[in-house]
């Protein structure tokens, strides 16, 4: 990434990174509730606004947005490469000594970044995650896969992943910068910046419902970033297909000596059932296994061509200046 110089009248103190795909509705109640926080924590800023290859009118909605706020900045990706890339553009393109992420559908309040960034100031911290304590405005579906979620991930990543912790976050210069030098192209953020170890704390807030649209984050995409979560920070599915060789290994040897014992005895009718059942069985653990070790390939091959995660069209910053 080239430098960015910063603009006339001093630098950024505090960059606002929103992923955003078909955002239409929600944008402009976005604009109406982040701009007066902004305004009142008296330190100049940029909200970044990443397009991730939006098919509706988002775009256009920017560019009206933009027109009467000028610390709106926008930033537009060649095509659709996932909140998790359109958030790796953002953050490596912020410019602020203090960089905040969030999600434009308003269920994160940005009510609350004024706390975050006291937090950040008064006790010397890089990261202050934000922890839904309450999550009832989701759906029962929704709490009981998020919970499943991240308790999987500190089991399989480390205690150190705070739980109910998603993209809502504070970072210092310091973590952006460490962010950008990793050779990473799929950053799992939720999982990546709490391994890095920089000192941090917590803000507690209660979810609220989405303001507009629908969720960008269907169960597909949900299984996405669990099996992306799990094979980037864990090695542990291979162990359990090891596990799994080893444990299949004991029942042939039980159905070895099982055949053995009806042939002593003279019990050798035929069993189709018993056989179709061992087949089957041993074929689903084998698939399972090769499975397992094709994601594990399929991500070591990525990261061999080495292709950026993402392909930034536009960037309205260069333009204004």
Not at 106 to 128: K, T, Y
Request: hydrophobic share 45%; with cysteine; glycine share 8%.
């Amino acid at each position: 990434m080239s430098a960015v110089c910063d603009p006339p009248g001093g630098p950024v103190f505090l960059s606002i990174v929103v992923p955003v795909f078909n955002e239409e509705e929600s944008l402009p109640a976005l604009a109406a509730r982040l701009r007066p926080v902004l305004d009142g924590v008296g330190e100049p800023y940029e909200v970044l606004t990443v397009d991730d290859g939006s098919t509706d009118k988002t775009p256009r909605v920017l560019e009206d947005l933009r027109g009467a706020w000028p610390e709106l900045r926008v930033v537009t990706l060649r095509r659709n490469s996932g909140h998790q890339a359109a958030l790796t553009a953002g953050l490596h393109r912020a410019r602020g000594a203090y960089v905040i992420s969030m999600d434009a559908d308003l269920q994160d309040p940005p009510e609350v970044i004024p706390r975050m960034l006291d937090l950040a100031r008064s006790d010397g911290l890089d990261v202050v995650y934000g922890v839904r304590t309450d999550r009832s405005a989701d759906s029962g579906f929704k709490r009981r896969t998020a919970a499943g979620y991240y308790w999987l991930m500190r089991r399989l990543a480390g205690p150190h992943v705070p739980a109910q912790a998603g993209d809502f976050r504070l970072l210092s210069r310091q973590v952006v910068e460490t962010l950008k030098s990793l050779p990473e192209q799929q950053q799992i953020h939720r999982l990546l910046i709490p391994w890095l170890g920089f000192p941090d704390g917590r803000i507690t807030y209660q979810r609220g419902e989405r303001v507009a649209g629908t969720t960008k984050y269907p169960l597909h995409k949900m299984v996405l970033l669990a099996l992306d979560s799990v094979t980037s920070f864990s090695a542990a599915p291979l162990r359990l297909a090891t596990a799994i060789g080893a444990g299949s290994l004991v029942v042939c040897l039980g159905f070895l000596v099982w055949t053995l014992v009806a042939h002593a005895t003279g019990n050798t009718l035929p069993g189709w059932t018993s056989l179709i059942t061992t087949v089957l069985f041993f074929g689903a653990v084998q698939l399972f296994c090769v499975g397992m070790l094709g994601e594990y390939v399929a991500r070591i091959y990525t990261a061999v061509q080495a292709r950026p995660a993402y392909f930034v069209a536009r960037d309205t910053d260069g333009e204004r200046r």
